[in-house]
């Protein structure tokens, strides 16, 4: 048997590391090739990894909540196979050529694509001591210099098994201040205590406590919630961003709803004000195609894009998501309704692959389903607009030269006062409430 252990592969989009939510598989479970094993969660999205051998689980490196680089091991495996040469054969070649077989035979690892080479194999890599479990580098980590040793790569922060990362954290002790004396510099709990024993007791606070609950709770920053921060803070102070505003009767929209609902060919899609305000939105953005654009800085441009990639904003338990729906311009109402339906349920699920949650050229944030009237939404970094759309009210509005009961709404258009003009972006969302106050204006928009 073999060890090889599995390290965080890269997750594309750029991203560095991720958060270990669950494990699937515990030590001494057997698994097959491609058998989910683990979740973690990105800056973006939940990701489920697939085992890339058959074999055992013969360690687990990290425990549930820990932030993991890409790169650094995550589990070991014993699988089937041909035992490491001995250290003292002469046969070095021979065995740098059964390691570049062994690596043509390895399993892909499903969803993450094949290894990159030019020479149609994986290049030959530096090989650790005996002493040191084989560590399976992903793609992004190549790139290293070829005299680092493998091991060395993965370990930016101190090694220690679960129990004994939680044991430090129980007493406060910071792993990166502990020296290792178990193998390959692991730290040991008597490493714990040993440290614990040498460290200066705490000072007594100055004031006991006085209740039992805690004066504040603090939440650690990451995942989703660092991602959104950080994309605002970008969005806030990287453009100069204007809001207007418009209150509309709605009223023939939402009866236009209940009549399409009840025809055959929308009762599987059964269409709401969300999708319609969509439809209208792509439809409005052919008079006035610069909300659909994006300022390139180093290039000194405006890059306007003729597809509409519209980006839906939704409310998880894990934070705010703002999955795409691609070329939403050439769907039909019935398919716009479809995809904005699952992409809200798949976002919720905590299913939505990172390259969903990229390229959008223009956002729609509904606010409404907060029971919330209107707001100044941030606009999504890298596009031009964003549109909010509030709570539909049943109120007296002036109808036909009288005060009548209508279905009431109010719209929000954040632009960049750098692409869009005040004009531009008061004229797209008048062409935007235009549809919905009167969904047969359609036919006068060029």
Known sequence: MAVKDFALPDLGEGLTESELVSWHVAVGDTVQLNQIIAEVETAKALVELPAPYEGTVSRLYVEPGVTVSVG????????????????????????ADAADAEEVREPMLVGYGARPDARGRPARRPRPGLTAPVVREPAVAAAAPASAPVAAEVQERPRATPPVRKLARERGIDLAAVAGTGERGLVTRADLDAYAAQAPAPEAPATPATRGDAEEI????????????????????????????LTIDVTPTNELIERLRARPEFAESRPGLLAVVAKALCLAVRRTPEVNSRWDDAAQEIVQTRAIHLGIAAATPRGLLVPVVRDADALSLAGLSGAIRELAVTARSGKTPPGA???????????????????????????????????VRRQPWEHQGGIALRDVLTLALTFDHRIVDGEQGSRFLADIGGILADPASVLTLV
């Open 72 to 95: 650094e091991p995550l589990v070991a495996f014993e699988v089937a196979g041909t035992p490491e040469p001995d250290a003292e054969s002469d046969s070095t070649a021979d065995a």
């Open 218 to 245: 603090r939440i650690p920053i990451r995942g989703v919630r660092k991602a959104t921060a950080d994309a605002m803070v970008r969005s806030a102070f990287g453009a100069p961003q204007a809001t207007v505003f």
């Open 357 to 391: 949650l990229t390229g959008g050229t223009i956002t729609i944030t509904n606010v409404g389903v907060f029971g919330v009237d209107a707001g100044t939404p941030i606009l999504t970094p890298g596009e031009a607009a964003i549109l909010a759309v509030g709570a």
